[in-house]
C-alpha cells in the first residue's frame, strides 16, 4: 500500500486553507477590536464622553474597581459595569 499516507494528508489541505483564511478574516480581527475596547475601558477617566452598550450617552463623573459613573444629563446619574461601556463619543464610527 504505498502512497496512503500522502492521500490521506492531502484531504486535510483544504480544511486546512479554510481554517487559515477564517482565522485571518474573523477571529484576528475580532481579537484586535476586544483588546482595544479593554485597553479604552481600563483609561477611562472623569470627564471622558462615553456610549454604553445599550446606546445611552453619558459623561464619566466616578470611576470605581468594577464600575462607572455616568451623568446622563442634569441631575441624573447612573452606575454601570465597566463592560457595558461600548465605546467613547467620537469613535463609534472608527469601530
Do not use: C, H, W
Amino acid at each position: 500500500m504505498e502512497g496512503g499516507a500522502p492521500g490521506a494528508l492531502v484531504q486535510f489541505v483544504p480544511f486546512i486553507v479554510i481554517f487559515a483564511i477564517f482565522y485571518f478574516l474573523m477571529i484576528a480581527p475580532m481579537r484586535k477590536r476586544q483588546k482595544a475596547l479593554q485597553a479604552m475601558i481600563a483609561n477611562l477617566k472623569k470627564g471622558d464622553a462615553v456610549i454604553t452598550q445599550g446606546g445611552l450617552f453619558g459623561e464619566v463623573t466616578g470611576l470605581k474597581d468594577d464600575s462607572v459613573i455616568l451623568k446622563l444629563g442634569d441631575n441624573v446619574k447612573v452606575r454601570v459595569s465597566r463592560s457595558a461601556i461600548a465605546s467613547m463619543q467620537g469613535q463609534e464610527k472608527e469601530s
